[in-house]
């Protein structure tokens, strides 16, 4: 099994490209299932979490074909096909490789008037529920029934009519759901406190280059007028704002300055504030944002929240990077109920951070020092190649397949700006 070995205490400096988003990607993907025409997604991240959809659609028998080289910021493309759809069945064993693979019930649904899919069970960061997912898409008029492990939702008339849902609580992925259900649908259907995250936005819009339509985008009200029929398209994928602000904590750490190549200031706003409270001097350049420490980090308070709140998904990175600020952080997790599982290996690597529930209290220390780690997940992993590019000596993080969940080339884009850091095979 792989592992990433870094030699910590390199300043970082020069420019990373940035991948398109996993976030975005991730439901992007099943949109093909709309349509019996190709969908042509561009600016495709190399990612484990991209092979595993694909094999998911494959095994629905959607036919994938990838073009273009390794690397290279819009070189890479996926053309998936599913004019043909062999099965509506999406198996536990695909299924539980990836939360995501939840977001093809919507889309089969819609097209095909049934689908079964495996229900994905809790992960490392909490629980994650799909009840929401199931609420919003019985709404819109489908009939659901749970069975062995599996939800069965099925539309009455062979198309859903469509209706109105109100999420009691944002959720990114129900909306996700609902938004791509209800675009064949015979009505109209209205979702309110939708999440507004920029990767709904990007939703929208490919769903909108494929005829649908759909007003409200970028707000929590979203409206949807169903369409006969879908049709192909090509489409960017929006640039990754969570891989950004993780390499804007790399500079942070290490007392370094990166610039984000490709990432979106207007979306990345509740991070860059939170990174000029930190004491980093952020400019919006003409190719993305640069970051920039100036001196010693200055410590924060931050509360992830929905989109524009900041991101749950930063908030192992951030803490990691308050380990070295002058003074007591506070950090409050208000989404997932077990995301500090980062913590104890940080404190392994002499970080002093004390949790409660879900308040965490930062106090910065002098030095990091290097140490073999593990995590269990793919934002708290980072963590920990953060704390390694600024510890005393050698990190081993292991257990690499989380960061290659999320992470394009992350070794080779650290590299890059300097950090001694490579991939290790353990055979
Ligand atoms: C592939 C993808 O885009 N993943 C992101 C997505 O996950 P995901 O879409 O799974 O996250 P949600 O926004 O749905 O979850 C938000 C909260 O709602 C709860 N909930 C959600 C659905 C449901 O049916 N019932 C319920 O109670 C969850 O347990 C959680 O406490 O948004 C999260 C929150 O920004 C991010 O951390 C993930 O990186
Ligand atoms: C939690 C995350 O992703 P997922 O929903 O795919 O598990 C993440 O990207 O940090």
């Known amino acids: 099994m792989d592992s990433i070995w870094i030699q910590g205490g390199k300043r970082l400096e020069g420019k990373i490209p940035i991948s398109g988003a996993k976030n975005a990607v991730l439901t992007l993907i099943p949109c093909a299932l709309l349509t019996e025409e190709k969908l042509t997604l561009g600016n495709l991240p190399r990612l484990a979490d991209v092979d595993s959809f694909s094999h998911l659609m494959n095994e629905l028998g959607v036919a994938t074909a990838f073009a273009g080289r390794r690397s290279g910021q819009t070189s890479r ?29 919507g889309p089969m649904l819609a097209r095909m008037g049934e689908a079964t899919v495996s229900l994905p069970g809790g992960c490392a960061i909490g629980d994650r529920p799909i009840d929401l997912h199931l609420k919003a898409i019985e709404a819109l008029g489908a009939e659901i029934e749970l069975a062995a492990g599996y939800v069965k939702a099925s539309a009455p008339k062979g198309r859903l009519p469509g209706g109105d849902y109100s999420f009691p609580v944002v959720s990114v992925g129900a909306t996700e759901n609902a938004v791509m259900a209800a675009t064949l649908t015979t009505g109209r259907s209205q979702l309110f406190n939708a999440a507004r995250e920029p990767e709904i936005v990007d939703l929208c819009n490919l769903l909108v280059a494929m005829g649908a339509k759909i007003e409200g985008i970028g707000s929590s009200h979203l409206i949807i007028d169903g369409v006969e029929a879908l049709h192909g398209t090509e489409y960017d994928v929006m640039p990754d704002r969570i891989e950004a602000g993780s390499y804007a904590c790399a500079a942070g750490i290490t007392g370094g300055s990166i610039e984000l190549v490709g990432a979106r200031p207007s979306e990345m706003l509740a991070t860059t504030n939170a990174l000029a409270a930190a004491g980093l001097v952020t400019e919006f350049t003409a190719d993305g944002i640069k970051v920039s420490a100036t001196g010693k980090l200055r410590p924060i308070a931050i509360s992830t929240a929905p989109y524009p709140g900041f991101a749950t998904d930063m908030q192992a990175q951030f803490m990691a990077m308050m380990c070295m600020a002058d003074g007591d952080s506070y950090l409050e997790e208000t989404i997932f109920e077990n995301r500090y599982m980062h913590v104890p290996e940080l404190r392994r690597m002499g970080a002093d951070i004390e949790t409660r529930g879900r308040s965490a209290i930062v106090r910065g220390v002098e030095r990091l020092t290097g140490a073999e780690v593990m995590a269990t997940d793919l ?4 963590s920990l190649v953060l704390a390694g590019l600024r510890a005393e000596g050698e990190t081993e993080v292991l ?21 001694t850091i490579e991939r290790r095979s353990k055979g």
Do not use: F, N, Q, W
Request: aromatic share 6%; hydrophobic share 45%; glycine share 6%.
């Open 379 to 382: 934002r708290a992993s980072m």
């Open 399 to 419: 257990r690499v397949y989380h960061l290659d969940r999320g992470y394009e080339r992350l070794e080779e884009k650290l590299a890059g700006v300097g950090a």
């Open 77 to 105: 493309k996926m053309t998936l096909d599913a004019s043909h759809i062999d099965s509506t069945v999406a198996p536990y064993e695909l299924v539980r490789k990836m939360r995501a693979s939840i977001l093809v019930l």
